[in-house]
């Protein structure tokens, strides 16, 4: 081989036993391998974690608070208070002349809302007026057969049937009255016109009569209101009532006397206040809820009869004394038909705890027993750690 040959074998040699020198030492070595993270234990039914374990990131822990509001948000409607409504039907049939009440007007008790020619008042005022005579003529035919008897001119027969006259007179002379009375009328009217007054002060909110309409008293039907609607509605607008239907569950909470707090989407920034006045005593068959009426102080009118709100209920300061606590509805799981959570008793270890509920309102959920206010309570991954305790159980 010539020299020059024998000197490029020797460079190319040299140069490949370098290459793969460098190559042993920097790229083509296996690189080693990362330790494998720590594993969870379980140390006398909690698990623990260790310090910055990677698992902790995929838990959220919130502390539990305690109960500011007995109920939040229920679903109610507002209607009338029966204790300032009257719903005026027609003890009288006949046709209506005129009508002086309208629609939001301001009326006073015993105000005339309508004018009607009715001849049953008409009848009931001649009664009256015959039974009244009748029984001046019996008073008279009592004294004069005593003035008889007195002189033994007429049998004792004889006054005890003009004492049996004059009673029967008087008797019908009050039921006679007394019908006249129930229409609202006297002996001292003139004709067979009738009018329908309101019995209370308040203000005009319902109106279903016009001049020239027929109106009969039987229209009065209890179980007939959607076909057989009042003349007229008196009411107090200032005061309204509320029904509030309440599941079963949260009736330990309700008390009569709490406060509640009124929203209305009409007026979405007001909060209007409201007290429970009464709490039922039969459970709906039907929605398993127990009807709760509130009274709503209603001063400017803004709110209706009929609208529908969202009622949160206050709790009383003795209540506030022993309330329990809210979490997150995302904290509680069911095992086995029962509640449970997780709570964190020290940084990086968590213990299931068997609670009871209520119901959930709002994504919260109340917690009657089991849990303190100022817990932590894990919120997200529970189901995690729920997953680990079952692996370990099982094994």
Known sequence: MPARNVKLAARLGWGLAGLLAVTELTGCKQPAETPAAPAPRIESGKIVFPTNAPQLSSLTVQAAETRKLALEHITGRLYWSDDATVRIFTPVAGRVRSVSGDLGQAVTAGMPLAEIDSPDFGQALADARTAAGNLVAADKALNRTRELFAHEAAAQKDVEAAQAAYIAALAERDRAAGRLANYGGSDTST???????????????????NPGQEVRADSQLANATALFAPLFVVSDPTKLWLQLDVSETD??????GQQLRIFSQAFPERVFEGVVDKIGDELDPATRTIKVRGVVSNPDRLLKAEMYVLAD?????????????EISARSVFVRDN????????SPGQFQRQRVEVGAEQDGRVPVIKGVEAGEKIVTDGCLLLEALLEATEKS
């Open 191 to 209: 004709n067979e016109i009738y009018w329908l007054r309101s019995p209370l002060a308040g203000v005009l909110v319902q109106r279903n009569i």
């Open 313 to 325: 209920v206050v709790m009383t300061p003795a209540q506030t004394a022993q309330a329990a606590v």
């Open 251 to 256: 009736l330990p909470w309700m008390q009569a």
């Open 338 to 345: 029962l509640y449970y959570l997780f709570v964190e008793t």
